[in-house]
């Protein structure tokens, strides 16, 4: 495939995927009082599993932590999954301020996105049980989408997280599984590669910071998580090559943990979050053999 044409591909790609009508959830909850600390609902509806309460998926929108892309962009994945029975919890963070304030748009801050997710995913029992009431959050998957994937994947290991670290947790989070979908899984591979213009970089805090921070940030130095993981990634993903993910899949192994890696062919960066693309429902799927 030339260049040309693989370009006007992950462009038509990328249009389907971001200029779907934002869904409005059932539920908006905060966890803290930053306008930016919202988890949005969407309660169960469709088939769903077995029967029984139904699992919780918590998203983590993409968007290259920074400002401009919110999580109205993942709204409409996050209704494609409650409507394959799923309770989904879509949680908003702190990001990188600029562009629509003025000025280049930066990739996160530190650490407010990182005390964020944290944050989120600590007051997420309470809220699911006052606004999903039919929910089980004892059956609770992470899922999130390129810089989002991150940070599930991130959220999943903060009991390795160094000592020192504010966000660490005595044990493994109570968690089915994570599945990250064309994530930003490995920040040192993804900053060599120049992934979303220098966004890992940027998310640590700059080139002085990038070393001493990375293992407080980066997945790939916080392995065995003990957590049931799939990584989903589309072979022609130009936003975030196949390269990133498989790196962390490595590096799982080294540890001694098998992560799962579904490559999809001719699929880019976009179509995972596109309830439009076939590639949303193996998504949808890979969720499920974990939640259920």
Same mark, same amino acid.
Request: proline share 3%; net charge negative; hydrophobic share 45%.
């Given at each position: 495939m030339s260049d040309d044409v693989a370009a006007a591909r992950a462009a038509a790609e990328e249009q389907s995927a971001l200029t779907r009508r934002p869904v409005a959830p059932d539920a908006t909850a905060a966890?803290?009082?930053?306008?930016?600390q919202l988890i949005d609902f969407y309660a169960p509806r469709g088939p769903g599993g077995p029967g029984g309460p139904a699992p919780v998926v918590v998203v983590l929108h993409g968007g290259a932590w920074r400002g401009p892309y919110d999580r109205r962009h993942i709204s409409?994945?996050?209704?494609?999954?409650?409507?394959?029975g799923?309770?989904?919890?879509?949680?908003?963070y702190r990001r990188g301020p600029g562009e629509r304030g003025g000025g280049d748009a930066v990739a996160g801050r530190w650490p407010?996105?990182?005390?964020?997710?944290? $944050? =989120?995913?600590?007051? *997420?029992? @309470?809220?699911?049980?006052?606004?999903l009431p039919g929910a089980d959050p004892r059956r609770?998957?992470?899922?999130?989408?390129?810089a989002g994937g991150h940070l599930a994947l991130w959220a999943a290991a903060r009991h390795l997280l160094p000592a020192d670290a504010p966000w660490r947790?005595?044990?493994p989070a109570p968690l089915r599984g994570v599945v990250a979908l064309a994530p930003i899984a490995d920040l040192a591979v993804a900053d060599a590669l120049g992934v979303c213009d220098? $966004? =890992?970089?940027?998310? *640590?805090? @700059?080139?002085?910071?990038?070393a001493e921070r990375r293992p407080y940030a980066d997945p790939a130095l916080l392995l065995p998580t003990g957590i049931a993981t799939t990584l989903v990634q589309g072979r022609t993903d130009t936003d975030v090559p196949q390269a990133v993910a498989e790196s962390y899949a490595d590096a799982a192994a080294k540890a001694g943990e098998v992560v799962g890696l579904t490559l999809l062919e001719d699929v880019g960066h976009f179509p995972l979050i596109d309830p439009a693309a076939d590639a949303c429902a193996?998504?949808?799927e890979e969720i499920a053999q974990l939640a259920w």
């Open positions: 966890y803290g009082d930053d306008p930016d409409p994945f996050a209704a494609f999954l409650a409507g394959r799923f309770a989904v919890a879509s949680v908003e407010d996105t990182l005390d964020d997710v944290a $944050a =989120a995913l600590d007051a *997420l029992d @309470g809220l699911v049980r006052a606004h609770t998957v992470l899922t999130g989408h390129s947790t005595d044990g220098g $966004a =890992a970089r940027q998310l *640590l805090g @700059g080139s002085q910071h990038f193996v998504v949808a």
